[in-house]
């Protein structure tokens, strides 16, 4: 008697903790994607969902709904192994810049579609944009092109792969229902099952810093990932190849590596390429290089990989993709190429003792109040900002050491920030050891 | 660090349980009637609302929030006591119809601003636009000028009384977000409030056929709305005036009177006002119309209401409302000048037995399938269309037997209702009793 195929209906359903069917899922998604439901319904179902959740099938319907308003692609005259890297978002992460070539240079073929940072984590995109020239916004044409030829891409989420997911995740920015395991799930896997990938590679974040605070509540998506992985793959013509997954829990309580800030992790990943990437960085980059070879049945493992930044084969990989994207290669020599703020202004540790807890997600913030991170997508980036990390949990400091720097020249901004950067670390006399990096892996 | 005042962290604030302060629920309500806050944000942080709730101080921040989006009236040179009376809504509940005049011939001012139809439930609006010619949308000065020649006056939310509601309530009716004690305690209150009143009458309903199924959340909705009365009042320079509520909590499991549909209930009103009134009907409006006497101090109780009625003074108070608001008086002795289908269509019982439950949600449903109500404000009606119900919880019906009849010149709609029609009742061999009507009286 109720019309179940109105958007209204379907938002009370879910409220209401019932399980919504395929034809409700597929009419939500699609009507969204057409501007035939308005956001504001979207936005109050995203709501419910935050709070009612999704079970498996529910959560895969909604994958394939929304890769279903727009193209898959098709590599298959590509006969490398096709494996992409995700992560779920931190801060300081720029494991992609370093990952990427290193893979092509193992013989991976890696056709990376990534996003631009939004509130308090970093995005590839906006990092790759603060090379000079570098060009994201390839056809899907040029993406295959390059992969073909380079074995490497590294592009932006383009109009024609999951529509759907562009439109939702601006909504989910701006109404605080990110946090979702059925909607990260559903939005993660909608693109990347629609790359045409042999495997997949998840970083699954927890801590201070990630979207998933709670080590429990990581291990859950990265569960419903791997088995959306197992059961869809992407359907061509009448087969369906289904999609390894690997996923590795890595603690996000610290900001990764030592800085933060588009140029400046530029800087971090090509010193990481020359062999000289900060032990935590390289940690996560050889945990999930070595999950990527497994998939790809490349043997070789970390040595094979450590050859690879040996012979600077991944460093040359890396300006290959910056020559094919139309950026200015000489970066990688010379840093002073890259836009990088000279103003430094140093927080000083108010007392002695161990760094007990960062709260990485206010640094994450604190970027975006520095300019070098968004709260909109409009907004636009100062790629020359950041921080230099120099404490991370466990370590010991001396009243007036310094914990990290403010690289700003904006100098009325770095000051703002000064202020509250000191809440951020939490210093005690007692001793504390910080947690291992690389938590779990589940495949 | 995180700026408090941004619309997405009210939202997240919220979400996690947390309580806002007067300035988030200020600024959040204000800048959306500005429309500097998105429908899309305001409709997550409804969804959020109905899930994490208000504590009482939040729900009365939110309902002066919206109070304060517009004008307060000022009816002090009325001197008679000003009582209005407000239904959460139902189905067939046109006690209004019969109440406003039939208090105002019992001497008491009755501004009463009334809404339309949306959903299951009827308007009263709409019902009066039913009469040819009647006018709801009188300005405030006209509006009081009526309230001082008759004492009563019957008109729809207009833009100058919280605004705020206006819009905040038809993003609720498409959100799936109407059901919420704070939020509907909010919306009434913030309009009552500015009416000037002296005293609330609230008919507050449970049962099947309400917006609150259940009888303990309707109680907690009532208390709400007593303590914002005793708490608050209608602020005019610096004085704060308190306003007195009783809240009746009536049963809503069966439609109330034996009509449902906008003009077959004006027609039901006027035979009530005439002394024909079906019982059930009766019973509620003497109870409510008992508690307006007394927040009044008007002596005389159910004796004085029936004198009204039988000495004709309530029915021509009605012709009075009529008149000065342009519509047809005659249709007071000539109910063939009210839009009324002549077509027939009779639900026949398919089994003897006693009927134990009637889904009047639903009922509401089929009227607005029929033409009668509205999904959407947009919506255009049918005031010729209804149902007469002849059986109710509790009665005994053959197989055979009519339980109801539709009444709808649309064959074809009519038809399609009737299909649905039988799934309403529920008929079983054990006999049934029907609960008391009146169930509560808190003040």
Known sequence: MRNSLNPKVIIRKKRDGKKLNEHEIKYLISEYTKYNIPDYQLAAFLMAVYFQGMDFKETTDLMQ?????????????????????????????????????????????????????????????????????????????AFKRQLKKLGVAMIGQTAEIAPADKKIYALRDVTATVDSIPLISASIMSKKLAEDLDGLVLDVKFGSGAFMADLEK??????????????????????????????????????????????????????????????????????????????????????????????????????????????????????????????????????????????????????????????????????????????????YVKKGECLMEIICDNRSKARAVAKQMHAVFTIKRKSCRSKKLIRETIH
């Open 65 to 141: 709904a929304m890769m279903h308003t727009g193209k898959t692609l098709n590599l298959s005259e590509i006969k490398k192994p096709k494996i992409d890297k995700h992560s779920t978002g931190g801060v300081g992460d720029k494991v992609s810049l370093i990952l990427a070539p290193l893979m092509a240079s193992c013989g991976i073929c890696v056709p990376m579609i990534s996003g631009r940072g939004l509130g308090h984590t970093g995005g590839t995109l906006d990092k790759l944009e603060s090379i000079p020239g570098f060009r994201t916004n390839l056809t899907l044409k």
């Open 218 to 395: 990581a291990k859950r998506l990265a569960r419903t990932m791997i088995q959306i992985g197992k059961r869809f793959g992407v359907q061509r013509d009448s087969r369906c190849r289904k999609i390894k997954v690997i996923a590795i829990l890595t603690d996000m309580n610290n900001p990764l590596g030592k800085y933060i800030g588009n140029s400046l992790e530029v800087i971090e990943a090509i010193e990481s390429l020359k062999g000289r990437g900060p032990k935590d960085l390289m940690e996560v980059t050889f945990a999930l290089g070595k999950a990527m070879l497994k998939l790809a049945k490349i043997k070789g493992g970390k040595k094979l990989i450590e050859k690879k930044i040996a012979n600077s084969e991944a460093l040359n990989k890396f300006k290959e993709i910056i020559y094919y994207q139309s950026g200015d290669v000489r970066i990688i020599d010379d840093y002073s190429r890259l836009p990088v703020a000279k103003n430094r202004i140093k927080i000083k540790a108010q007392q002695t003792g161990y760094i007990h807890h960062i709260d990485t997600f206010d640094i994450g913030l604190l970027l975006v109040q520095l300019g070098g991170g968004r709260l909109k997508k409009e907004d636009k980036l100062d790629p020359s900002c950041g921080f230099k990390i120099h404490k991370k949990i466990g370590d």
